[in-house]
């Protein structure tokens, strides 16, 4: 049974900083790529960022210099560091694996507040 376990979300200040983490189980993490996506009320789902098997990572351009994606094949896990985070940035973020078959995690939600 694949499962996508994300942490990290929480309330901040704009401005502020949080990381992000996605624990996988049921794949063989390391040929998936990875990714975050976000979604905020009435609003449809979007990508913020990925990063392939290889390490090689895309952006979004609403997030780019301020957020980062890494990932550790040895635990299972995914992050995403989100530094000068904006109101803009309030919504559920959700941890998507790719390849063969998507997989999805139940999201973790992050509030900025200004």
């Known amino acids: 049974q694949v499962q996508l376990v994300e942490s990290g979300g929480g309330v901040v200040q704009a401005g502020g900083s949080l990381r992000l983490s996605c624990v996988a189980s049921?794949?063989?993490?390391?040929?998936?790529?990875m990714g975050w996506y976000r979604q905020a009320p009435g609003k449809e789902r979007e990508l913020v960022a990925r990063i392939d098997l290889y390490g090689s990572t895309n952006f979004a351009d609403f997030v780019k210099g301020r957020f980062t994606i890494s990932r550790d094949n040895a635990k299972k896990t995914v992050y995403l560091q989100m530094n000068s985070l904006q109101v803009e940035d309030t919504a559920m973020y959700y941890c998507?694996?790719?390849?063969?078959?998507?997989?999805w995690g139940q999201g973790t939600q992050v509030t900025v507040s200004s």
């Open positions: 049921g794949i063989i993490f390391s040929l998936n790529g």
């Open positions: 998507n694996s790719w390849g063969l078959v998507d997989y």
